[in-house]
């Protein structure tokens, strides 16, 4: 996603970005602009996701494709701030995360 939607990868990072955004998956703070992940959303919102795509290319709905891209498929002007700051933190691109700590609450 950070190297923007020109390509059909990214177009797919950035729908599922915002799509699990919406979920509230991983919620932004709006004072210090980081991220966090609600686990329990997440596997939900990833859940729904997954449905809905599956859903679209299954029943072969072109126009529902081009629906759910219009709908998600834009970088924000807030996730383009977001990106633009962490290339000025020269965090790099492949970023590999670690779940082993991670746990999930009920």
Known sequence: MR????DAHGRANIV?????QQAGAFPRDSTTGKYRVNVAKFQV????????????????????????????GTISAE???DLARLKT???QVDVVFSFASITATP
Not at 3 to 6: D, M, N
Not at 48 to 68: I, S
């Open 89 to 91: 933190k020269g965090i």
């Open 16 to 20: 599922a970005f915002n799509f699990l």
């Open 79 to 81: 996730l383009q701030r």
């Open 3 to 6: 190297f923007g939607g020109a």
């Open 45 to 72: 919102g990833m859940n729904a996701l997954t449905e809905k795509m599956l859903m679209l290319q299954g029943n072969g709905d072109y126009d529902g494709v081009g629906a759910f891209q219009q709908e998600f």
